[in-house]
């Protein structure tokens, strides 16, 4: 008995192995394509659709020998395929031209405002797995009644309602009348002075170095454009849990558990909700990322100093390099949490080995 | 058996939930009935289909049914009055135009957008998806590799550097909104053609000589109908939310057209003290998003039950 057991440990571990190898392998050849596909696409949309990217650049008023030279300095005289190539080549070495709103290289603007976005994104979703793994659980255990319409209808509204919409009206309510949280923005002014963050993950920093007083500025003012998300992502995360949540409570072992007499809040919590746990990791990575394009509008209406704000202001601008380095930036960490997280899945659940 | 079935009378109720029709259309009428029964079952998605025709009547009519002018307001009398104004339901805006007759106008440049970009979305979806599923190889991966590329952007960033390019306005967004939505269509009909490459009907088709043309158009293509249009309905409140955002960026329907995120960007300036502005065109957008999803969410139901509560 023991022996087959040993036996059979083995061979799983050795079959578990080429398997892990090859979804790496099959994570990094998605990874390439998927990331050179979208390095096409925004060539194409920032190279291609204009019809002249030089004018673009200096204006039409510009005189002509000039816009001359802004074309032989962009490549425009080459063939496609070598300006597709040197573009590449740039974007390899994180060179993603120059914003013309800041004058500073696109990749430093962005390396700078990236940390508030993640850290408001993160906020987000811990907010909205929080709220929403229990809401959906209960929807699931209470089939039917009322408080799986109620969950239903707050993750249909969630789905349906305008974010900057709601973002403003929740300004107006809990920042002008009701003055619960602090006016738009990441942190006070006077602390702009006093607060030396060491990375750009402010509510981290100020932990870390003790400034409480900081801590709670900086938490008065995330604490609305988070809720913000976080509801988004509440939406989400409760509809997949209450639906991973009914598949799991219709099998048998949870029938076995039953009729062994374990507690019903065991069932759920302990047994259920368990096996439930890894298609939800994937859907909060997924969350997660659906937050990163959240934020797009959500910056701009909080004025929340981070990606979104920065590729709505180029747009206004006509900053095209900045627009387009964001458009990256984000494309690729989207890429990157959702095959991450589809490694994840194919890692953690060994039903997904046998396929 | 024979005798039962002369006497129902046709169209009834038995004629048509008959598990033996006589006929064709029999058959189908009566598949379209128990689809309509389960649908109709479900009051939230009767109240969806509601808010849909609601939508459509109103874009229809607005021009009967707007009190005042959309564009032309008046700018003496009327600015920033609050919503039960003598004459302006809903208020007026900052240019004094009444904003019950902006919003009910502002419905048609909603259908137009969800309307084209289902049109343009849709059928390129269909036919990468049925072209991909049914050819395999490496036609199916090649054009499946273009549609993860497309999925993996983030949809309204997609369409921000789009438009960004393109130049603003109303057409740019529908397109940019299109290029954007087609790939979960494609993913969809390839899997439902993957369901049933191998079924016997194909086979007999083939058999009988028909290109893989004629195949994919008039056999494989009417099968993924039904699951496209569920996804297509599921995927209009996200569409509508889309064009809101471009529009309240300034990259969708510029001023003075009444699209309704556009609406919540000028109303953004005085949300303080005249807060009507910016939210009654808020309202409008989730009532009808909500319209479109509760709407998606009965069809799915009702035409395919495995997947119903879920």
């Known amino acids: ?355 | 058996m024979s005798v039962v079935e002369q006497t129902v009378k046709p169209y009834s109720r038995e004629w048509l939930l008959s598990d033996r029709p006589q006929s064709r259309r029999q058959a189908k009428l009566g598949r379209a009935y128990v689809v309509w029964r389960r649908f109709a079952e479900n009051r939230l998605a009767l109240l969806g289909l509601m808010i849909i025709l609601a939508l459509l009547f109103v874009a229809a009519f607005a021009g009967v049914l707007a009190p005042h002018d959309p564009l032309q307001g008046d700018l003496r009398n009327a600015r920033l009055l609050p919503p039960g104004s003598e004459g302006y339901l809903l208020g007026t805006d900052d240019q004094g135009r009444d904003i019950l007759s902006r919003l009910l106008y502002g419905s048609r440049l909603t259908l137009l957008v969800v309307v084209l970009v289902a049109v343009i979305a849709a059928p390129v979806g269909l036919i990468v998806g049925t072209v991909s599923g049914y050819a395999g190889g490496w036609i199916d991966a090649v054009l499946m590799r273009i549609t993860d590329i497309f999925l993996a952007f983030p949809k309204l960033v997609l369409a921000l550097a789009l438009v960004a390019a393109l130049g603003p306005g109303i057409e740019n967004a529908i397109l940019a909104i299109a290029v954007t939505s087609w790939p979960p269509y494609a993913r969809i009909a390839r899997a439902e053609t993957m369901t049933f490459r191998q079924s016997e009907f194909i086979s007999a088709v083939q058999l009988m000589g028909a290109s893989p043309f004629r195949i994919v158009m008039r056999h494989v293509m009417p099968l993924c109908l039904s699951s496209l249009i569920v996804r297509v309905t599921l995927d209009m409140a996200g569409i509508i939310l889309t064009a809101a955002g471009l529009g309240f960026l300034g990259l969708g329907a510029q001023p003075p057209l009444p699209e309704w995120g556009a609406m919540i960007a000028s109303g953004r300036r005085f949300i303080l003290d005249q807060w009507w502005v910016a939210a009654m065109p808020g309202i409008a957008i989730l009532i009808v998003s909500l319209g479109f999803n509760l709407l998606g969410d009965g069809l799915r139901d009702a035409l395919d039950p495995k997947e119903a509560g879920q």
């Open chain 1, 1 to 355: 008995m023991a022996l087959t057991e040993t036996s059979a440990a083995t061979r799983r571990h050795r079959r578990r192995v080429p398997a892990f190898a090859s979804a790496l392998m099959r994570f990094f050849v998605m990874a390439a394509t998927t990331l050179l596909g979208l390095l096409a696409v925004t060539f194409f949309i920032g190279r291609v659709i204009p019809i002249d990217p030089a004018l673009a650049i200096v204006g039409d008023r510009a005189p002509q020998h000039v816009v001359e030279r802004i074309r032989l300095e962009l490549g425009l005289d080459l063939p496609l395929y070598q300006q597709f190539w040197i573009y590449l080549k740039q974007v390899a070495s994180g060179d993603f031209g120059t914003s013309v709103l800041t004058t500073n290289p696109v990749l430093t603007d962005i390396l700078r405002v990236f940390p508030a976005t993640i850290e408001l994104a993160t906020v987000g979703t811990i907010i909205g797995a929080v709220l929403g793994i229990p809401l959906g659980v209960l929807a699931a255990v209470k089939r039917g009644s009322i408080a799986d319409q109620v969950v239903r209808v707050i993750g249909l509204v969630g789905y349906s309602v305008p974010i900057f919409w709601l973002g403003l009206l929740a300004l107006v309510l809990f920042y002008a009348k009701l003055g619960w949280v602090a006016y738009p923005g990441r942190m006070d002014i006077v602390y702009e002075y006093t607060f030396t963050p060491a990375t750009g993950f402010y509510l981290l920093d100020a932990v870390w170095q003790g400034e409480w007083d900081v801590v709670r500025d900086l938490f008065r003012h995330i604490i609305l454009p988070g809720t913000l998300l976080g509801y988004f992502s509440l939406a989400y995360i409760s509809r997949m849990t209450r639906s991973f949540m009914l598949n799991e409570l219709s099998q048998e072992y949870v029938v076995a558990a039953r009729a062994k007499g374990l507690s019903e809040a065991r069932i759920i919590w302990f047994h259920a909700l368990r096996n439930a746990a890894v298609p939800l990791v994937t859907v909060i990575a997924l969350s997660y990322a659906g937050l990163l394009e959240g934020s797009v509008l959500t910056e701009t209406i909080f004025a929340w100093p981070g990606l979104g704000l920065y590729i709505t202001n180029s747009l206004q601008n006509a900053d095209m390099n900045a627009v387009l380095g964001g458009t990256v930036v984000i494309g690729a960490v989207f890429v990157g949490i959702n095959l991450l997280s589809d490694l994840l899945y194919r890692t953690l659940d060994p039903r997904t080995r046998s396929r």
